[in-house]
């Protein structure tokens, strides 16, 4: 399995751009995308709303809930699985769950994508799958100094831009 994940502090975006990157999977790929888990598919509409009150919310200066997605796909035959959580332990111990096949009762994830913080539990979990050849690409999540709220966005989107290319390219290999 080959896992990225952000890593980062509290409030960096890394579950935004996550949420972004698992819209741009469902709108590029359209009628290819199979939902494994949950068993239904999620209602992307409601995801996409969700990110755009969360930016509201930051350029406010107000709080609100990130948008959550825990979800294990199939494109053309690759496992992808995708947890916008990352910021305690139980969070994380359900990314792992779900990036191993024990949340869907079957196979691993061929590549994965997840969050998690600079140090402590979330980093031990997450590093605990490089064992049984499985690899693990740390990716920094910051905030640009002095971004402004269309700076921040425009940010994740293009982390999650690099973040697809990356799928299409290990989708692009398992067909060859």
């Not at 948008?67 to 305690?88: K, R």
Request: net charge positive; with cysteine.
């Amino acid at each position: 399995m080959l896992i990225y994940a952000l890593q980062g502090k509290r409030n960096t975006g890394k579950s935004l751009t996550l949420a972004t990157l698992f819209v741009k999977i469902i709108h590029e790929y359209k009628d290819k995308v199979k939902s494994i888990y949950p068993d239904q598919n999620y209602d992307t509409e409601f995801i996409e709303k969700k990110i755009a009150r969360k930016y509201q919310a930051i350029c406010a200066k107000r709080r609100c809930a990130s948008p959550y997605v825990s979800t294990v796909l199939e494109i053309e035959g690759v496992l992808v699985g995708i947890h916008t959580s990352g910021d305690d332990k139980s969070s994380i111990q359900k990314a792992m769950s779900l990036f191993k096949g024990e949340a869907t009762k079957g196979e691993p994830c061929d590549i994965a994508f997840g969050a998690c913080h600079l140090w402590g539990i979330t980093v031990r979990e997450i590093e605990g799958l490089c064992q049984n050849g499985n690899q693990l690409k740390l990716i920094p999540k910051e905030i640009p100094k002095n971004a402004t709220c269309e700076i921040f966005k425009q940010y994740n989107t293009c982390l999650a831009e690099d973040l697809f290319k990356k799928l299409q390219e290990y989708i692009e290999s398992k067909a060859n």
